[in-house]
């Protein structure tokens, strides 16, 4: 892969790109950076490194060497970035649009939009299943699979991958996951979700099972408006409960039921499309609490 030279000097000229306070960025800062007539992002990473930095790298050159084989809506990493001559990073092409986080949560964005973005999230998995079933590519998997993780330009309603640096691609080691955490609801499945062992990496190692339990879960944080993540294993039923009164299909409920036993995980993209207004907006968190009172 090849790599942009600059001094520290013309580094710290760099504007960095301010990140909206519901977007977490725990591995390094964005900079814009113009390279040769095209506007980029600069992604200065925090280690540099040990093992973890190595590992980074790593995964920046697989991807780099699957391209052709890649999604065309993955924002991959076209450089590596080298300042006074150690490497501390690497460019992407520079995305406009808007936080699928923001979008979700934008009470003035009808519904049907919001659910239009989430059904594309479920398409693009079923193309990576394709992806790993008929190339040569057969280990790639999001991993850190979360709405902040995706861009939106509104101009085309189209859908960009960000941050897949922390991917599961080849023989990578796994990174960690906003969803896959150690206190979360796969915690009630440990025979189901792969430990990772390795302690200073992800919780859980990463295929096709976890990409479809951080589906899952998005759509879950959607209709509940919070992070349903971290209920326990009994108010999740409870909710569970909840949304079959409201009248969510019992083919959605399926699908973030099979999240919790020893039952294969699914893509429930063609379900979307049986949500209503009505339902979502009783499946509100501030909702379900007041109807659980009375």
Excluded: W
């Excluded at 520290?8 to 964005?30: A, H, M």
């Excluded at 690497?90 to 049907?112: A, C, E, M, W």
């Excluded at 309603?157 to 941050?163: F, G, L, P, R």
């Amino acid at each position: 892969m090849k790599v942009i030279s600059i001094s520290q000097k013309y580094f710290q000229k760099l504007e960095p790109l301010v990140l909206s306070r519901d977007i977490c960025n725990t591995e390094g800062i964005l900079y814009f950076f113009n390279y040769r007539g095209k506007q980029k992002l600069l992604k200065k990473l925090f280690l540099n490194e040990g093992p973890i930095f190595a590992n980074k790298l790593y995964t920046i050159e697989l991807l780099d060497n699957y391209r052709e084989y890649l999604p065309e809506n993955f924002c991959l990493p076209d450089y590596l970035l080298a300042i006074n001559g150690s490497i501390n990073g690497f460019t992407i092409p520079y995305k406009k649009g808007v936080s699928l986080t923001i979008i979700l949560k934008d009470q003035n964005i009808d519904f049907r939009e919001q659910i239009y973005y989430l059904k594309r999230i479920g398409e693009l998995l079923t193309q990576l299943s394709t992806i790993r079933k008929y190339t040569q590519l057969k280990d790639i998997f999001i991993n850190d699979l979360h709405d902040g993780n995706f861009i939106v330009d509104l101009s085309n309603k189209s859908i960009t991958v960000i941050d897949l640096d922390s991917c599961k691609i080849g023989s990578n080691d796994v990174f960690p996951s906003k969803f896959l955490a150690e206190d979360s609801l796969l915690k009630n499945t440990p025979q189901k979700y792969l430990l990772n062992f390795n302690g200073r990496d992800g919780h859980i190692i990463a295929n096709e099972q976890t990409d479809l339990y951080c589906y899952n879960i998005m759509i879950l944080n959607y209709l509940y408006g919070e992070n349903i993540n971290s209920l326990n294993i009994v108010d999740f039923y409870e909710y569970l409960n909840y949304l079959e009164y409201v009248g969510i299909d019992l083919r959605l409920l399926h699908s973030f039921e099979s999240l919790v036993i020893n039952r294969k995980n699914e893509n429930p993209e063609l379900y979307l499309e049986t949500l209503t207004r009505e339902n979502i907006f009783r499946s509100k968190k501030n909702v379900y609490k007041k109807v659980k009172k009375r």
